[in-house]
């Protein structure tokens, strides 16, 4: 069996973006890019929903850099009830229920599984106890009322493990977490 990982960027007001905010709200830096770069070239099946997909593969051509090909060279499965076609090799769209395909892609697959973006499709994997790690990226900024897309709005509650954190580029944290399959401190 595979494991899932669960990638998510945010603010430390909880925004995985903001109408203001450039790509990864404007602090990419070194370590950050070695980081991508290593996950990059890590042997892994890329879940995405179709509104990641349709937004990384619609880059333009001057916008795309080394990772951007490499993210295109790499396995994907885009999740949508509406997508017909894709135009990145190594793609294929599913429209059958999430949770089902993705159980059966970590029996099946010969490589661990990882989120990329794709908000709602994180959101519907963290309740289901299919997750293995969740990665925090958290940027040091508030970006209040331009936020979009609350990651943990709506989340389940749900005790977690801390299992590994480092900064980098002196300024943004990355967390990873395992689910407990506890429940959390109640009062």
Not at 39 to 56: C, D, F, K, N
Not at 126 to 140: A, E, Q
Request: proline share 6%.
């Amino acid at each position: 069996m595979q494991t899932l990982t669960i990638d998510v960027f945010v603010s430390v007001d909880g925004w995985a973006g903001s109408a203001t905010s450039p790509g990864y709200f404007g602090y990419l830096g070194p370590e950050l890019e070695e980081w991508i770069d290593a996950e990059s070239v890590r042997p892994q099946l890329v879940i995405l929903g179709r509104r990641t997909y349709e937004a990384l593969a619609g880059l333009p051509e001057e916008a795309r850099d080394d990772s951007a090909q490499r993210l295109a060279e790499m396995s994907k499965v885009v999740f949508s009830t509406t997508l017909e076609t894709t135009s990145w090799p190594n793609t294929r769209i599913c429209h059958d229920d999430l949770i089902g395909e993705v159980t059966r892609l970590l029996r099946d697959s010969d490589v661990p599984l990882r989120t990329m973006g794709s908000l709602s499709v994180a959101r519907q994997l963290l309740g289901t106890g299919l997750v293995d790690r969740l990665r925090l990226m958290t940027f040091p900024l508030l970006v209040g009322p331009s936020g979009r897309e609350p990651f943990f709005a709506g989340a389940a509650s749900a005790s977690l493990e801390l299992i590994s954190h480092r900064t980098l580029d002196g300024r943004v944290l990355l967390m990873e977490y395992r689910p407990t399959g506890r429940d959390i401190p109640r009062a």
